[in-house]
C-alpha cells in the first residue's frame, strides 16, 4: 500500500550547522502533513505542521516546505544543537471516512549532532 | 502543547494475562483517540482510532477481541491486551486530537510491555 518514506535513515550534523530532513509521500489525496521528534524510549513530541493548500511554514528554529508536485515533504532545523539529537517522523493524514483515521509515519530519520 | 497521560509507563506481565493501558487527555476534551504500536528502531502503526461513545476503528490486521478498545470519556481511552503472548511485547502509544488546537494529535509517553 501507499506509505510515508524517507530519503535518509541517519543524518549526522556538527553543531550549530543548519539540519534538512527530508521525506517522500506517495498519497496524493493525503491533505495535512505533521513533523514528530522522537527521544528514545519516550512518544512522540508535536514539531510542526502544515496543510496542503501551504507550500511553507515556519515554526521557532524550524521550517517546513511541502512540494505537492513531487510529492516531498522536508523539515528544516537552524542552529542544530545537542537536545535536538531524537529521530524524526514525517507523518501524513489521509482523509478515509467511516471512523477510520489516524496517522501514516515514515521510517524515521536519526539526526546526530557532532560537537 | 496539550498534555496527553499514558499509564503505566512499563509493564510485564505472564503468558496469558491481560493488561490495561490507559490513556488521558488533560488539558482538553479528545472525542477521538488513536492507539499505535511500535517495535524496536521502526515506525510507529496505527492500530485503531478510538471514537468517544461509539466502537472504535480498527486497522486491517488488528484482531479487535485481542485488542479491546474503551472510549467512555471525552478524557479517557483505554487499551486492553487481552491474553497476551510475547509476541505481542511492544511498545504502545496513544495519541489524542486536539479541537482547540488544529486537531494537532498529541502523544502520551508510551507503555512498554513485555510478555514472559
Known amino acids: 500500500g501507499e506509505s510515508v518514506g524517507l530519503h535518509l535513515p541517519t543524518l549526522s550534523v556538527q553543531e550549530g550547522d543548519n539540519s534538512i530532513i527530508n521525506c517522500a509521500y506517495s498519497?496524493?489525496?493525503?491533505?495535512?502533513f505533521i513533523w514528530y521528534k522522537q527521544e528514545s524510549g519516550k512518544g512522540p513530541q508535536f514539531i510542526i505542521d502544515?496543510?496542503?493548500?501551504?507550500d511553507k511554514r515556519q515554526g521557532q528554529r524550524v521550517t517546513v516546505l511541502l512540494n505537492k508536485t513531487v510529492k516531498h515533504l522536508s523539515l528544516q532545523i537552524a542552529a542544530t544543537q545537542p537536545g535536538d539529537s531524537a529521530v524524526y517522523f514525517c507523518?501524513?493524514?489521509?482523509?478515509?471516512?467511516?471512523?477510520?483515521?489516524?496517522?501514516?509515519f515514515g521510517k524515521g530519520t536519526h539526526l546526530i549532532i557532532q560537537p | 502543547g496539550a498534555v496527553v497521560s499514558q499509564h503505566p509507563s512499563w509493564v510485564i506481565c505472564k503468558s496469558g494475562t491481560s493488561v490495561k493501558i490507559e490513556c488521558r487527555s488533560l488539558?482538553?476534551?479528545?472525542?477521538?483517540m488513536f492507539w499505535y504500536r511500535q517495535f524496536p528502531k521502526q515506525s510507529l502503526m496505527l492500530m485503531a482510532t478510538?471514537?468517544?461513545?461509539?466502537?472504535?476503528?480498527?486497522e486491517q490486521g488488528v484482531e479487535k477481541d485481542k485488542f479491546l478498545i474503551n472510549h467512555a470519556s471525552l478524557t479517557l481511552s483505554t487499551l486492553t491486551v487481552t491474553s497476551a503472548h510475547p509476541e505481542d511485547s511492544s511498545f504502545y502509544i496513544c495519541?489524542?486530537?486536539?479541537?482547540?488546537?488544529?486537531?494537532?494529535?498529541?502523544f502520551g509517553a508510551g507503555t512498554r510491555l513485555s510478555v514472559l
Open positions: 502544515i496543510r496542503s493548500n501551504m
Open positions: 498519497n496524493s489525496a493525503s491533505d495535512y
Open positions: 495519541s489524542a486530537r486536539d479541537p482547540q488546537a488544529r486537531n494537532i494529535q498529541y
Open positions: 478510538s471514537n468517544e461513545g461509539s466502537k472504535a476503528t480498527y
Open positions: 488539558d482538553f476534551q479528545a472525542t477521538t
Open positions: 507523518a501524513e493524514n489521509t482523509p478515509r471516512g467511516g471512523g477510520a483515521d489516524g496517522l501514516t
